[in-house]
């Protein structure tokens, strides 16, 4: 069993940067693929970014390609997500998950979740 605990989020202006951390405990991630998620108001819960445990292979969903960065730290338990260049559509609640098969952008493989993380982000 893992349990994820997000931090990280909060409310900001266009333009600005946050770094989400997900704490895992319970059991170590690194044998798991790790991704972030994201869900709007609204909207179903969409794909983000996820990283081999070995942390040599990243994915990311296009709306984050050169804004976003996924990084794990296997010694310390701790998956991150760097967001720079922030936009308004980029409001949501931000969900770190552990991946229990390879299809890592599906929502579905990931059967581990912590309880989200909120990011704001103002025009």
């Known amino acids: 069993q893992v349990q994820l605990v997000e931090s990280g989020g909060g409310l900001v202006q266009a333009g600005a940067s946050l770094r989400l951390s997900c704490a895992a405990s319970?059991?170590?991630?690194?044998?798991?693929?790790m991704g972030w998620f994201r869900q709007a108001p609204g909207k179903e819960r969409e794909f983000v970014a996820a990283?081999?445990?070995?942390?040599?292979?990243?994915y990311y969903a296009d709306f984050g390609k050169g804004r976003f960065t996924i990084v794990r730290d296997n010694a310390k338990n701790t998956l991150f997500l760097q967001m720079n260049s922030l936009e308004p559509g980029d409001t949501a609640v931000y969900y770190c998950?552990?991946?229990?098969?390879?299809?890592?952008?599906?929502?579905?493989?990931?059967?581990?979740w912590g309880q989200g993380t909120q990011v704001s982000v103002s025009s």
């Open positions: 998950g552990a991946a229990t098969s390879s299809r890592y952008y599906d929502r579905l493989s990931y059967g581990f």
């Open positions: 990283i081999t445990w070995r942390g040599g292979t990243t």
């Open positions: 319970g059991r170590t991630i690194i044998s798991y693929t």
